[in-house]
């Protein structure tokens, strides 16, 4: 079965760093790129990067570019996002979601999702 | 590029409710337009992708459809179930490598 367990969430106080996992299984993971989404409490979806399944390239919005950086592994089956300089409306929940279809030289729908992690920036 | 939903809507079980998605600062029908449905706390899935396919084990209930004329997408689920309730998002991509979700509209049943 399909499987994607993110890992690495908590409190974190203002300006500092945190690194988000994303553990795949039940598929081939260098077949697939990689996102990462997420939702403020209360709010809606917030689109944030993405990583081609050969990690030749990646994409970021504006509200994260510069500060946030997703990575690969494909010889343990991680994905990553390193998030830096986080300010206190970076608090959310963090999905890693994989692309739909395999092997895709640009973004797809969203076929599988994680269960999230939270995030909170806090003094 | 941004996606406009409605905040909520509300319909009776058994009946068909038709949730908007309109795009503004550019083309609707630039690129494809998906649908995910949320049930807080859970993650969200996909009922729609690439307009109007749906992922295996959706069931045809839910339909979506373009209207050029408008520049929206529409998403509608007939035979309304209790279950249906849930946030939906529709989300599209821009011309610059980004992916856009509209801000999710909360359905009761």
């Known amino acids: 079965q399909v499987h994607l367990v993110e890992s690495g969430g908590g409190v974190v106080q203002p300006g500092k760093s945190l690194r988000l996992s994303c553990a795949a299984s039940g598929f081939t993971f260098n077949y697939y790129g990689l996102h990462w989404i997420r939702q403020a409490p209360g709010k809606g979806l917030e689109w944030l990067a993405y990583i081609l399944y050969d990690g030749s390239d990646h994409y970021y919005s504006d509200s994260v570019k510069g500060r946030f950086t997703i990575s690969r592994d494909d010889s343990t089956n991680t994905a990553s996002l390193e998030m830096n300089s986080l300010r206190l409306d970076d608090t959310a929940v963090y999905y890693c979601?994989?692309?739909?279809?395999?092997?895709?030289?640009?973004?797809?729908?969203?076929?599988?999702w994680g269960q999230g992690t939270l995030v909170t920036v806090s003094s | 590029f941004i996606l406009t939903q409605p905040h909520s809507v509300s319909e009776s079980p058994g009946q068909t409710v038709t949730i908007s998605c309109t795009a503004s600062?550019?083309?609707?029908?630039?690129?494809?337009v998906q649908w995910y449905q949320q049930r807080p706390p859970s993650a969200p899935t996909t009922v729609i992708y690439e307009d109007n396919q749906r992922p295996s084990g959706v069931p045809d209930r839910f339909s979506a459809s373009i209207d050029y004329s408008s520049n929206s997408a529409s998403l509608t689920i007939s035979g309304l179930k209790t279950e249906d309730e849930a946030d939906y998002y529709c989300?599209?991509?821009?011309?610059?490598?980004?992916?856009?979700f509209g801000g999710g509209t909360k359905l009761t049943v």
């Open positions: 600062g550019g083309n609707i029908g630039g690129n494809y």
């Open positions: 989300q599209s991509y821009t011309g610059v490598n980004q992916a856009v």
């Open positions: 979601v994989r692309d739909g279809r395999p092997l895709l030289r640009s973004f797809d729908w969203l076929g599988v």
